[in-house]
């Protein structure tokens, strides 16, 4: 007995070739996205990245370093910290050489640098006085280029043997008459030097002639 051949349905060698072509047809069209010049917006990753003028407040390189000049150090400390600078050097401005202990009795007369835009976590040094006194006309610390022995009178020994190159002899005597030994440096004060102020210096030894805070410059 003879079975009926179903007409309407397609022969198998013709499914395979359509599969086929199908197939290509799906792999011809992923490499060519795969390959394909981006158009003028550019791709989905290029344009995630962020342009030149993006910032992050995060990765900042600089920072603004505030104006410091009046504050109490505590508190000037607290801003330059605040405002990325944490490093912050303290001296007295009086040129004494004492330390800034309790710091909320100090006042920031001088900073070093000026405010403005810095890198961030640049080394920030302040001049100090404290609360009552006055603030000298200049910084004693500032750097003297010319190269000559700055005047030292009325300074502790401290503050001028950390002025004077490193490289120099410094040395200190007591000329009260009573030849005592200089301990704490920061408790006595020059009454003269040599070489004298003014002359340039090089390499040579530096003498101080002084006498304690509370006492008379013979």
């Not at 504050?71 to 009086?94: H, I, M, T, Y």
């Not at 004298?196 to 003498?207: D, H, I, T």
Request: hydrophobic share 30%; aromatic share 4%.
């Amino acid at each position: 007995m003879r079975t009926r051949t179903d007409r309407t349905r397609p022969p198998r060698t013709a499914l395979a070739a359509s599969a086929a072509l199908a197939a290509a047809a799906l792999l011809t069209l992923t490499a060519c996205e795969g390959t394909g010049t981006p158009g003028p917006t550019g791709s989905t990753q290029a344009d995630s990245r962020p342009s030149p003028t993006d910032s992050s407040p995060t990765g900042a390189t600089t920072a603004v370093l505030p104006n410091l000049i009046g504050q109490r150090l505590d508190s000037a400390r607290k801003a330059a910290r605040e405002a990325g600078f944490p490093q912050v050097g303290s001296d007295d401005a009086l040129g004494r050489g004492r330390g800034q202990i309790l710091e909320r009795n100090w006042r920031v007369c001088f900073q070093t640098p000026v405010p403005g835009t810095l890198p961030r976590g640049t080394k920030v040094g302040v001049s100090t006085v404290k609360t009552g006194e006055k603030c000298p006309a200049k910084d004693p610390r500032e750097p003297n280029p010319d190269g000559k022995m700055p005047d030292f009178t009325g300074k502790s020994v401290r503050f001028a043997r950390t002025v004077v190159d490193q490289s120099a002899e410094v040395t200190a005597r007591d000329v009260s008459g009573k030849d005592r030994t200089i301990l704490v440096e920061s408790h006595w004060k020059v009454c003269g030097q040599e070489p004298a102020p003014g002359v340039r210096l090089g390499n040579e030894p530096v003498r101080l002639d002084t006498v304690k805070f509370d006492e008379k410059c013979p």
